[in-house]
């Protein structure tokens, strides 16, 4: 993981725990078949995409009653 995109990331979601659960939720779904929004580099691994799109603002959050998903901005 590149500690830029961890950087650039942490200023768009100030809250870390909720980063980590983007990410994670975000990494799930990369893994499953999920095409990236962002242009990737190929020595970009998925948590840098990821967080890569965190920082460009393609992914907001939006809280449900129990529930938290990802939304393509």
């Not at 950087?7 to 994670?24: D, G, P, R």
């Not at 939720?25 to 990236?36: C, F, Q, T």
């Not at 190929?42 to 009653?65: C, H, N, P, R, V």
């Amino acid at each position: 993981m590149n500690t830029h995109y961890i950087e650039e990331a942490s200023k768009v979601i100030i809250n870390k725990q909720q980063l980590v659960n983007m990410v994670s939720k975000r990494l799930r779904e990369l893994s499953a078949g999920s095409r990236p929004m962002i242009e990737v580099d190929l020595q970009m691994g998925l948590a840098d995409i990821a967080l890569a799109e965190i920082a460009a603002g393609k992914l907001t959050t939006e809280f449900g009653s129990d529930t938290e998903t990802l939304q393509a901005a």
